[in-house]
């Protein structure tokens, strides 16, 4: 049975990461070093030790996600996981560092953290929101099927132009070359096409057959409804588009900012002892 | 006209299929609409796209409703057909075949451009991935984790290695290692402290003591190797204590397990006159009084410490009871004839210009005004050395008795008689007149010394009573500080009235020690446990840690230390 990765094993991992963070803001509360809270005490280190394995351990999702001989959990688990213990490390990561921020690598390592939990927070608001959008918004189709539909939609197009104007026909040539779904990741993401070639078409087609007669023709009327077909078909495709980009577009953020992560944290674990 | 039209399509697998058709009319019109003579269905031809016509046996096309078309690959609007020629029509292809004056026009027509497949092509035109947008993950990733590894660990670590690295910096705003700095430095580092090196000798090792020492050559060692074995501090470095990039103000340990690690059994483990100390508020003992002795034997003083619950007795040389000074009924005093003055602490105590302790009593300034020196109205003599108390009084004596006229009955004559100016005195005269002032002086010094003024304060014993007469006053010496390992200080404790700590009201002796013990310092000072209104006090807040009084940690330069000064280098110099 489907179940959600945040209530997994019955919140399993949310249990787990609450008693991370309560013995950590426990432990800090009671010991008070003679420098005042900072990464180089006992329990900064220890902190600081357990943050940096859990930000290995995170990454190392996106190793055991690809290898599915492994046994090691299951792929839900995992996740579920991944999403509680890596928001367990603002708090955990926070109290290593005992508040304190400056202009250097080691603040450096904290924001990138930072950034990439944040991304991920997107991420687990995407996976919930989106697919179920998704869902209704294709109403049972696929991608690859409203683009044959939007084929079929051309050619009927094009049958029923034939013996209309030629503005008309023109119209119909460049709504079935120009439109086009998605594009650039902006265009991606908005959903939107601001030069949308069979809105352009639509008016078009109208504005044509308004001057010749106010009253349409059977075949002006028809392609009247086939275009606004086809405009329903292109603007749900576009949607469709815009909630996979949503739901992909911060992994480009939280993948490669997990590795400028990994960099900053070396570096930061190496400097300490380097300058020890 | 009549036309033989030859319609061509050619077959994916080679060949050629010809589908013949013979049109007719005024002028053989080509276009989409179907009441063209000859219909071509692609909807990129316009629905009448092109006419040709028969002029007297010569053939001409022209295209139509503003359409192009292509004759022999030049765009055209019309022109003379001949055989051979290739016309395009959207996208057919009109080859003549025949267009001989006279003769039957024949051409063939081809499309050869397809429409093509519409799916194809706007599967090719969308784009409904992110993957195929030209970003990547994998390359982001390798470009931000090999930019900041580099930034940020190579460059440095290159740096602290290889001095050509180091160099580039130079002149540059920031260094290369700036961004490893983790706080701000304490304000007396800040000139040397972009250079991490300074104090960052070796990777992967905690700064040593050596580096300290390269400036605080003149700092104490916490104690002197004669009495202590300093290589028991032997984990103990100077950033033990002092926490380097904490602020401008340098951060140094006040826990109690600063000094409580040694100190709460230092009994156990060294032979020490001191007692085990751990926390001010419940395990430090009552304080001992550092106090002078007089040794009779020596006829000098000694400094012991007593413990203030053995009542310790100060020999001071002095007498002197504060109880008598302090008097709530008050005292007589000079500035007020009609009146008794109640005296305070600070007619005599006068604090020094630190605040930190209390200057010395001086006689002159601090006592004169009531113990006054006079020995006869308006003269007195000098508070100091015994010779020149008497020799003032001999010479005043003698002053009077050669001048004469002195109103005493038992005076010689001549000290009685007034004189004439130039009147000469004979030997005789002269020698009785010298006898009379020093018999004057000798009474009036024993009066001093022995009767009302000296030996009010001071313990005199006359050694010769003959002329010239010999006292001796026993010596003053009054401690500086009786806690000289604390470090008190009055000024902080100016809100403080002065007998709430010492208990002078009651003090009928000079050889009373009057500090304060433990118990009335606790009733403000706590330890370092947090107390309701009680101040938070720790080892350093009263005892200072680099009290070697003959050795400086700068007495090792030179010395192969590679070991840490305070603690373990000891070890080698044994």
Redesign the interface.
């Known amino acids: 049975m489907h179940q959600s990765l945040l209530i997994y094993s019955k919140f399993r991992y949310f249990k787990f990461s609450v008693l991370l963070i309560v013995s950590a803001i426990i432990a800090y509360a009671i010991v008070d070093p ?3 809270h ?3 005490t006992w329990l900064g280190y220890t902190l600081g030790g357990v943050s940096a394995f859990l930000i290995l351990l995170l990454m190392w999702f996106g190793i055991r996600k690809r290898s599915y001989k492994s046994s090691v959990g299951k792929v839900e688990g995992w996740l579920s996981a991944h999403v509680y213990l890596g928001l367990s490390l603002i708090i955990l990561a926070t109290l290593h560092a005992g508040f ?1 921020i ?1 202009w ?3 603040t ?1 390592a904290y924001f990138l953290m930072l950034i990439v939990i944040l991304s991920g927070i997107f991420g687990v608001y995407a996976y919930l929101r989106y697919p179920h959008l998704m869902t209704e918004n294709r109403r049972g189709r696929t ?1 690859g099927g409203m ?2 539909e ?2 079929e939609l ?2 009927e197009c ?1 049958e029923t ?3 209309l ?2 503005e008309i ?1 023109r119209a ?2 460049d709504c ?10 902006w ?2 993401l908005a959903g939107k096409d601001p030069k949308c070639a069979t809105l352009d078409a639509y008016t078009r087609v109208k504005k044509y057959s308004d001057e010749l007669s106010l009253e349409h023709s059977d075949e002006e009327r028809r392609l009247l409804t086939l275009l606004s077909n086809k405009l329903e078909l292109v603007q749900r ?1 576009r949607r ?2 815009q909630f ?2 949503m739901m ?2 911060w ?2 953020f939280h ?6 992560l ?3 944290l ?2 930061h674990v ?7 | 006209m009549q036309s033989k039209v030859s319609f061509l399509t050619r077959k994916s697998r080679g060949g050629v299929t010809r589908k013949e058709q013979l049109v007719s009319g005024e002028s053989i019109r080509l276009g ?3 009441d063209n003579e000859v219909h071509l ?1 692609d ?2 031809v ?2 009448s796209h092109a006419a040709i016509h028969d002029r007297n046996g010569r053939y001409y096309v022209e295209a139509e ?1 503003g ?1 192009d078309i292509r004759i022999n690959t030049k765009i055209a609007q019309s022109g003379r057909l001949a055989t051979g020629d290739r016309i395009g029509v959207g996208p057919y292809d009109v080859e003549i075949i025949c267009a001989e004056e006279g003769q039957q026009l024949e051409f063939t027509i081809e499309l050869v451009r397809e429409l093509g ?3 194809a ?3 090719s ?7 195929t ?1 030209g ?1 990547s ?1 994998r390359r ?10 580099g930034l ?2 190579a460059l ?2 290159s740096a ?1 290695y290889n001095k050509e690295v180091r160099d580039l910096f130079i002149d540059a705003p920031v260094t290369a ?8 430095f304490a304000a007396a580092h800040r000139f040397f402290a972009d250079d ?1 090196q300074a104090c ?1 000798q070796k ?5 040593r003591d050596k580096a300290c020492v390269t400036c605080h050559t003149n700092t104490h060692p916490h104690a002197d190797p004669k009495f202590f074995e300093l290589a028991k501090l032997n984990e103990t470095r100077c950033a033990t204590c002092h ?1 380097e990039h ?1 602020g401008r103000n340098a ?1 140094i ?3 109690e ?2 000094c409580g690690d040694c100190h709460t059994n230092l009994t156990d483990t060294v032979p020490t006159e001191l007692e085990n100390a751990r926390d001010f508020g419940n395990k430090h003992a009552n304080f001992n009084a550092t106090i002078y002795q007089f040794d009779k034997n020596t006829k000098a003083f000694v400094t012991k410490r007593v413990a203030l619950t053995d009542n310790p007795e100060e020999i001071s040389g002095l007498t002197f009871p504060h109880d008598k000074h302090m008097n709530p009924d008050g005292l007589k005093a000079p500035d007020l004839p009609w009146d008794k003055k109640q005296m305070r602490c600070n007619d005599c105590h006068t604090p020094e210009p630190s605040g930190v302790g209390m200057q010395p009593i001086n006689m002159e300034r601090d006592c004169i005004a009531c113990h006054s020196l006079a020995f006869e109205e308006g003269r007195t003599v000098p508070h100091g050395k015994l010779e020149l108390v008497l020799s003032s009084l001999t010479d005043y004596y003698g002053n009077k008795a050669l001048a004469g006229g002195v109103p005493d009955p038992n005076a010689p004559r001549i000290v009685r008689n007034r004189r004439r100016p130039g009147q000469k005195m004979t030997k005789q005269e002269r020698k009785a007149a010298y006898q009379w002032a020093q018999e004057q002086a000798l009474t009036i010094a024993e009066d001093l010394f022995e009767g009302r003024v000296c030996s009010q304060c001071h313990t005199v014993t006359q050694l010769r009573t003959d002329y010239p007469p010999k006292w001796e006053i026993a010596p003053v010496n009054i401690i500086d500080s009786w806690l000289p390992k604390a470090s008190f200080t009055h000024k902080k404790h100016e809100t403080m009235v002065c007998t709430d700590c010492h208990d002078a009201k009651k003090s009928e002796d000079s050889t009373d020690v009057l500090i304060p013990d433990i118990d009335n310092c606790r009733q403000c000072h706590g330890g370092t446990e947090k107390i309701a209104n009680k101040l938070e006090s720790t080892c350093v807040d009263c005892h200072g840690f680099h009290i070697a009084e003959d050795f400086l940690l700068g007495d090792r330069k030179g010395m192969d230390i590679d070991m840490d000064i305070s603690g373990t280098a000891a070890r080698m110099e044994k």
């Open positions: 003679v420098d005042g900072n990464g180089g304190e400056s250097n690598l080691h450096l991608m683009l044959t939007m084929a051309d050619r094009r132009a034939s013996q104007s030629d026909n119909i040539l079935i070359e120009n439109t086009r779904i998605g594009g650039s990741v265009r991606q495709a469709d588009v996979k980009a992909d577009i992994l480009y993948v490669p900012l997990s590795f400028a990994l960099a900053a070396i570096a190496v400097a300490v002892f380097f300058y020890w | 989409r609409s179907t269905s909807f990129r316009s629905l409703s359409s497949d519409d799916l092509k706007l599967q035109r969308s784009n409904t991935s992110l993957t947008t970003l993950k982001w990733s390798w470009l931000l984790f090999i930019v900041v590894t940020f660990l440095p670590i602290f290692d700036i961004a490893w700095k983790s706080g701000e991490c960052h990777a992967f090792e905690t700064v926490k904490n951060l340990r006040r826990d397990a600063l």
